[in-house]
């Protein structure tokens, strides 16, 4: 849909800072990428990636947004891979409450008149979890977002999102709902927590990805704990019924999970373990520039 570019923007004063500049494709809607900008313009949360202006520039409707300098989830997991490290479980279960604090007020965010957005995500992934130099977790990328109260979003039965994160329903092109993106969390909660995603069959061949999402057998180990374990599978439950109704309660279970196995989950701890994760990443980033 766009391109991402790093740029420099002038506050009041002059002063420069950085910009995350998403500048459109030239083959895309522009009806399209406006509906993103203009949900973003709607939408104000601390763990939600800000919009900071839109405009057109060289023939191509750009948005410019927060610069986040931690990068995102994906890069995170991916430098953990290589270096055959685990995060460790009480940071990847803040990263996933953070993530749904940005859900809950997602999908329960209302125009500026009041009337329900009944907005779904629709692309919750760790490419779209990201940084700030703060540690602070915020979700980006609205761009496949459907909001029915604005009619805004792809048409029913299209399937949007990136292919490994698909929920059930949506491999099937059915109506995606708020659970959806509870489903798709799941998975991240997964990888975070055992290092591997759950429905990994060796193939990137779609119709095979998507036949494992839509049985969605887990393996747990039995080494994870019990009460964890519990809260994956009901986050990963293939019936939409069988699921946590909303983003709050699934962050409740995390959350209570946390304190009851008196997982080290003080704000300085998690963030110290947060700054090593994070610098580690940053530092294999640079290192491979150049």
């Known amino acids: 849909m766009a391109e991402v570019f790093l740029a420099e923007a002038r506050d009041e004063k002059g002063s420069p800072f950085k910009v995350a500049l ?5 083959d895309v809607s522009a009806e399209a990428f406006a509906d993103e900008a203009d949900l973003m313009g709607l939408l104000e949360h601390p763990n939600l990636v800000s919009r900071l202006e839109i405009g057109e520039a060289f023939g191509r409707y750009f948005i410019a947004m927060e610069f986040l300098v931690g990068g995102d989830l994906e890069g995170l997991l991916r430098v953990h891979h290589q270096q055959g490290r685990d995060i ?7 990263v996933c409450i953070e993530a749904l604090r940005a859900l809950a007020y997602f999908h329960q ?6 009337r329900p957005l009944e907005l779904v995500h629709g692309d919750v992934n760790p490419s779209n979890i990201f940084f700030s130099g703060q540690c602070e977790v915020k979700l980006g990328d609205f761009g496949v977002a459907k909001a029915r109260g604005l009619d805004l979003g792809p048409e029913d039965g299209v399937t949007a999102g990136k292919l490994h994160y698909l929920s059930p329903e949506q ?4 109506t995606v709902t708020q659970a959806s993106d509870l489903f798709s969390l799941g998975i991240v909660l997964h990888e ?10 060796g193939s990137d061949d779609p119709d095979v990805v998507m036949a494992a999402i839509q049985a969605a057998k887990l393996n747990l180990p039995d080494t994870l704990d019990r009460r964890l374990a519990a809260v994956i599978r009901k986050a990963l439950a293939p019936d939409v019924n069988q699921r946590y109704r909303t983003a709050g309660e699934f962050a409740g279970a995390l959350f209570t999970w946390a304190l009851d196995t008196g997982q080290p989950f003080s704000a300085r701890e998690v963030q110290s373990a947060m700054q090593q994760a994070l610098s580690l990443a940053l530092w294999e980033r640079e290192k491979g520039r150049p």
Do not use: I, N, Y
Not at 88 to 93: E, F, I, K, L, R
Not at 109 to 114: D, F, H, K, L, V
């Open 171 to 174: 491999t099937r092109g059915d």
């Open 22 to 26: 998403k500048l459109m494709r030239k």
């Open 88 to 94: 460790p479980v009480a940071m990847g279960v803040h």
């Open 109 to 114: 965010a209302r125009t500026r008149s009041g």
């Open 192 to 201: 975070l927590v055992l290092g591997a995603h759950p429905f990994e069959r």
